[in-house]
């Protein structure tokens, strides 16, 4: 039989315009994960950073703030810690996972930093922040890694601290804009924040259009509002046959945005977007099949949520007793932290299996390493240089994978198998023959 890890690493198809890396091989593996975490080893004797039988981590996210929040990966962290103590820890250290609210500000994003610093934790993990220049200086300066950040902000693709878990929005927007080219779109109109950030995923999807000439629209939009109906009528323009239009705001602003999409009833645009901006959540409360988003492309990091790869995640979830927080499997966020953690899982094991106590150090000098990481939720991971993007700007971008998926019978689901290698769009190149 073949194994998960084997299959990740077959020789994946080569396609027309993509590579594609199969998913379906990872999901029996995947129902192993609960056993694996609470079964794993962190051997070696405590130090410092391991506070005698513990081992402490964090998780931030900002919450109270608006469209920005995101509660449930800091309740998954919890979550996760609770289920890991209950099922014996990892190799009898019990872990201790503290949370932080970041409160979508950089003073916030500061602060989180140092309270990992002030409480010697051995890493952060699966966190949620825009303001990198803030807290990423304060953890290189204690040496301390984050493990699979959102991807929000550049110095978690650039930081040798950083270990990002999937491509972000550079990822995700280059995915969208290859996706759209094999829909037959003949013009694309990329409704994004009216920011600097905006501006970057309007280069990558430039990139991603250019080879087969399609006319690129850029509309800004403002990240709040309750009514963009002058923006979604920009964004139509004619409404011709071909015309085809995305979004990449946050899932709050794009449900609004559908709103003002939806009362000027479109005849011939189709609608596109990422996770993160549409996710199982925003269709359900925008009609489900018979709403907006019926039959709308997105490109996402991982496979769906329906799929069997996320049973461990629900089960942690449906045991979580740490007081109720509504944890929704579908939010690209949870995700994240999910793999993040299971990350930190297979190292810890690793150092284990290597005689070596769990510390930041040993942590980093591991990933550094360039063996790669599978956790059957993604391809492998390596941060090995020489498995490093070519750019300046985002080196440590090593996850250059996404889904494309459908809105069929008012569920989000794959389009077609596997995951679909982006990398020649992040580093400029052309499309595979």
Known sequence: MTSRRDSFRARPTIGRRARRRPIAAAATAAALLPTLFSASACGGPADASTSGSELTVMTWAPSGTGSADRPGMTALASAVGQDVNIKGGLNGHRLRVLTCNEHNSADGARACAQQAVDAKVVAVIGSYSQWGDAFMPVLERAGIPLIGGYGLSQPEFASPLSYPVDGGMPALIAGNGRQLVDAGCKTVALVRPDTPAGDNLLGYLGTALRPAGIKLQDVKAPEQSSDYTAVARKALGKDEPGNCVTSALAAEPTGNLLDSYRRLTPKNTRIAS???????????STGGDSGPLSGAYVTSWYPPESAKIWDGLRSVVRADTTGGNTIDVSDPGVQTTWVAYEVFRLVAQKLSE??????????????????????????????????????????????????????????MTLQQPGFVDVRWVLTGGRPPA
Do not use: C, F, H
């Not at 005689?355 to 790669?372: C, Q, R, W």
């Not at 750019?391 to 069929?408: F, G, H, I």
């Open 274 to 284: 990422v996770i993160g901006s549409v996710q199982q959540s925003v269709v359900d």
């Open 354 to 411: 290597a005689g070596k106590p769990v510390t930041s150090k040993s942590i980093t000098t591991l990933l550094d390493a360039g063996e790669g990481i599978d956790v059957g939720l993604t391809p492998p991971l390596n941060w090995g240089t020489t498995n490093m993007l070519p750019s300046t700007a985002s080196p440590r971008l090593v996850n250059t994978w996404v889904t494309y998926q459908v809105v069929k019978n008012g569920r």
